[in-house]
């Protein structure tokens, strides 16, 4: 004091060499790992970013911290990543996503974690994943669309798309196994060996088409048709 009397200064002193050293070893896993991670606070702003998530973001940690990372990454907007992300700083809970980013033509699979200042991201470039996965999906259904030609192959004629023989003797014992009454009807062409013999198969073959396409135009839906071979038909 300046009148000259004595006085006390108090003081209290924390070592906090702990927390700055595991501050430390944090940060240097981050940086080695190879999944992405950025950190947001209260205000959605950067507060950092390791360099993977700068590399596959492709952004420079310098130019977005501190900017709010709906400004930095606008196309975020109205998606399920903006949405995931309020949420999670609202309610506290963590959420676990997967997500297509058109401006980087990837899919990433994201972990949102509530932190005590905001928000934590970490994020996995899944992009080679997904197109292995859908490369199986398309093949899955080539097979099960070829599975189904197939079966519609043995079961109709390949000239008309009428039920083949099989098929139709296979629908009719079905029918008469559970003792439905069937009515059976048997046709053929008229002189069709001279159309062939004549005109030429090709002939032949687009008379039966247009002869069997006159007889399904004229079946009810319940009504089966068939051509037996040849110019049979029933």
Known sequence: ?????????????????????????????????????????????????????ERMLGVAADAVLGTVVWESFPETVGSEIETVYREVMEVRTPRS??????????????????????????FQDISQRRARDEERE????????????AARRAAHDQLTGL????????????????????????LDLDRFKLVNDSLGHAAGDELLVVVGRRLVASLRPQDLCA????????
Do not use: C, H, K
């Open 1 to 53: 004091p300046v009148d000259g009397t004595s006085g006390v200064l108090a003081g209290v002193m924390v070592d906090v060499t702990g927390t700055y050293e595991s501050a430390g070893r944090i940060r240097d896993i981050l940086e080695s790992v190879s999944d992405g991670f950025y950190s947001l606070d209260d205000r959605f702003r950067f507060t950092y970013l390791n360099p993977a998530a």
């Open 97 to 122: 996503f997967e997500v297509a980013y058109p401006p980087l033509d990837a899919w990433f699979e994201i972990s949102v974690q509530p932190a005590a200042s905001g928000i934590a991201v970490y």
């Open 138 to 149: 398309a093949l899955l259904r080539a097979e099960q669309r070829a599975r189904r030609e």
């Open 163 to 186: 039920l083949n023989r099989q098929e139709i003797t296979a629908r009719g014992q079905a029918l008469l196994d559970v003792g439905d009454r069937v009515t059976v009807l048997f």
């Open 227 to 234: 051509r037996l071979g040849g110019d049979e038909f029933v």
